[in-house]
């Protein structure tokens, strides 16, 4: 099982898709205007198990507001998110006219989507958000869902998240995926 959190124009959802013909696919973007890159993705792919949620991964199910990026890269609006604060986002974000988004417990969806004895690879890029959002997995103990964790993070960019937070989380991190996993593998 792939699980691509913050899929974006889902450019790394491709990628896996190729490279794990038998895997299932999960893809969740919070932008409403990449819902159509989810629905594309689908479409070129007819035989495969892939499910696109146009929503925020985070740590309830609720709607929130989103901040978008106003300057981006290569990557469509790539550092919009949840997080107020991203002052050393080079995406310049517009904090004063947030939309609207929905939300997902993504631990709670962990339990209910995949199995223990499932092989899942989750991939994490939802600016800043994924330390709140791997804080509570760690706590509802769903961690042993998880064979891969491929993170970006972001502590570098928001002021509310500092060094110390990011260490503690990976540290936990590293514990608990090692004592879940044969070969656990935590990036970024």
């Not at 509310?160 to 996993?181: F, G, I, N, P, Y």
Request: proline share 4%; charged share 30%; hydrophobic share 40%.
């Amino acid at each position: 099982v792939f699980v691509d959190c913050g899929a974006n124009t889902c450019r790394v959802l491709r990628k896996f898709l190729r490279k794990f013909p038998d895997f299932e696919f999960y893809a969740f973007e919070a932008q409403p205007e990449l819902a159509e890159a989810g629905a594309q993705v689908i479409c070129e792919n007819p035989q495969r198990r892939i499910e696109f949620y146009n929503q925020a991964v985070w740590v309830k199910d609720e709607t929130l507001d989103f901040f978008l990026a106003t300057a981006w890269g290569p990557n469509y609006r790539g550092g919009s998110t949840l997080m107020s604060g991203n002052t050393r986002n080079a995406s310049e974000i517009d904090y004063a006219q947030p939309i609207q988004v929905p939300a997902i417990d993504f631990s709670q969806w962990l339990a209910r989507n995949v199995a223990e004895d499932d092989y899942v690879i989750v991939k994490m890029d939802i600016e800043g958000a994924e330390y709140d959002v791997l804080e509570k997995v760690l706590a509802d103990g769903h961690e042993r869902l998880i064979d891969e964790l491929i993170v970006e993070f972001h502590e570098h960019m928001n002021n509310a998240l500092t060094r110390e937070r990011h260490d503690a989380l990976v540290k936990r991190l590293r514990s608990a995926l090692r004592q879940e996993c044969e070969n656990p593998r935590i990036t970024g």
